[in-house]
């Protein structure tokens, strides 16, 4: 079982939708949770961060941490075009990040 | 502020050749990462530098990877000999400390024939 699980997808959804991303992990001790995007021939950059459980918030992204349930979720409101990349959680219980394997949007018009 | 530059962006080689890539971090940034991103997974941490020491490289595959952080500013990462599945995107990162938020460059596309 690999320690940080997530969708592939591809996830494809009309302009103006809410997109739901999410990724469970096994590793009961990691603190630090992150979601980057990434665009086609691109590095990623980091969109959320979260420490612990709870919830943040920021424009038209929010972000959730469910510790106990080892599950984490980005919802994406009003969803663009703009937003179509590949979605990568993170996460780490020291400075080492564990990626997932991202989830890829497409978001058309 | 300018963000991490790499280059070459492309290269393409034959298996048993050797290749080098380079890093330049952001300014001021004293911990420097070297992640490897095959297509269709997450990245993997390859080596983790704090200044010019290293803090990890339990993934290095260091029977034939290589990578160096000179007066604690650019890192080069080089492959001797290259293998066929060494094909990926070599990213690198750097961060002002090491549990602070990583900055990514565009990355490095290897393709190895």
């Known amino acids: 079982q690999k320690e940080v699980e997530q969708d592939p997808g591809p996830l494809s959804v009309p302009e103006g939708a809410i997109v739901s991303l999410n990724c469970t992990y096994s590793?009961?001790?990691?603190?630090?949770f992150m979601w980057y995007r990434q665009y086609s021939r691109k590095g990623p950059e980091l969109l959320m961060y979260?420490?612990?459980?709870g919830n943040k918030e920021d424009g038209r992204f929010t972000a959730q941490v469910d510790k106990s349930s080892k599950y984490i979720s980005l919802f994406i409101r009003d969803s663009q075009p703009s937003d179509s990349a590949t979605y990568l959680c993170a996460m780490s219980n020291t400075d080492k990040l564990i990626f997932g394997t991202g989830t890829r949007l497409q978001v058309f018009p | 502020e300018a963000g991490v530059a790499q280059s070459p962006r492309y290269k393409i080689i034959e298996k048993r050749q050797s290749v080098a890539f380079w890093c330049n971090p952001i300014?001021?940034?004293?911990?420097l990462y070297w992640y490897q991103q095959i297509l269709g997974q997450g990245p993997k941490l390859l080596i983790q530098f704090q200044n010019n020491g290293v803090v990890d490289d339990s993934q290095l595959p260091k029977d034939r990877f290589s990578a160096e952080r000179l007066k604690g500013v650019d890192s080069t990462l080089k492959i001797q000999p290259a293998k066929l599945e060494d094909s990926a995107v070599y990213l690198c990162?750097?961060?002002?400390?090491?549990?602070?938020?990583?900055?990514f460059g565009p990355g490095t596309r290897l393709l190895v024939l």
């Open positions: 990162a750097s961060s002002l400390w090491r549990t602070e938020t990583q900055y």
């Open positions: 300014s001021g940034h004293a911990t």
């Open positions: 979260t420490y612990s459980s």
């Open positions: 590793n009961s001790a990691f603190q630090y």
